[in-house]
């Protein structure tokens, strides 16, 4: 029997909405994937929503709700004393420590390269 992957979905891709509605229908039954976050990638996508996409600040916990009902299982605690043995970049390290937590095999999120 295998099992379906276990993956974190990253703070940029939650705050982008078309990507996140895609991938949050993907996780539905039948899943193809059980998606993975934390108390701060939420905290980093409500900020992102609010300051920078100009979402009204009564619509983000909303979603906060919406996504506590329907994917209970998606939150990971307990990831804080990983952060420092993390060597990727240091503002995206609690996303990593969030994924060895969850034992999440994927993180998905986006690359933005300016040239």
Not at 13 to 21: E, K
Not at 80 to 91: G, P, Q, Y
């Given at each position: 029997m295998t099992s379906i992957p276990l993956v974190v979905l990253d703070a940029c891709v939650l705050a982008n909405f078309s990507l996140c509605d895609t991938l949050l229908r993907l996780a539905e039954p039948p899943r193809l994937y059980e998606p993975k976050w934390s108390?701060?990638?939420?905290?980093?996508?409500?900020?992102?929503?609010?300051?920078?996409?100009?979402?009204?600040?009564?619509?983000?916990?909303?979603?906060?709700?919406?996504?506590?009902?329907?994917?209970?299982?998606?939150?990971?605690?307990?990831?804080?004393?990983?952060?420092?043995?993390?060597?990727?970049?240091?503002?995206?390290?609690?996303?990593?420590?969030?994924?060895?937590?969850?034992q999440a095999e994927i993180i998905v999120t986006l690359k933005h390269i300016v040239t």
């Amino acid at each position: 029997m295998t099992s379906i992957p276990l993956v974190v979905l990253d703070a940029c891709v939650l705050a982008n909405f078309s990507l996140c509605d895609t991938l949050l229908r993907l996780a539905e039954p039948p899943r193809l994937y059980e998606p993975k976050w934390s108390e701060e990638i939420i905290r980093e996508t409500t900020r992102t929503l609010e300051l920078k996409l100009g979402w009204p600040s009564s619509l983000t916990p909303h979603l906060e709700a919406e996504l506590r009902a329907h994917f209970s299982d998606a939150w990971i605690s307990g990831y804080e004393s990983l952060i420092s043995r993390m060597t990727n970049d240091e503002k995206d390290r609690h996303v990593a420590a969030a994924a060895v937590q969850g034992q999440a095999e994927i993180i998905v999120t986006l690359k933005h390269i300016v040239t």
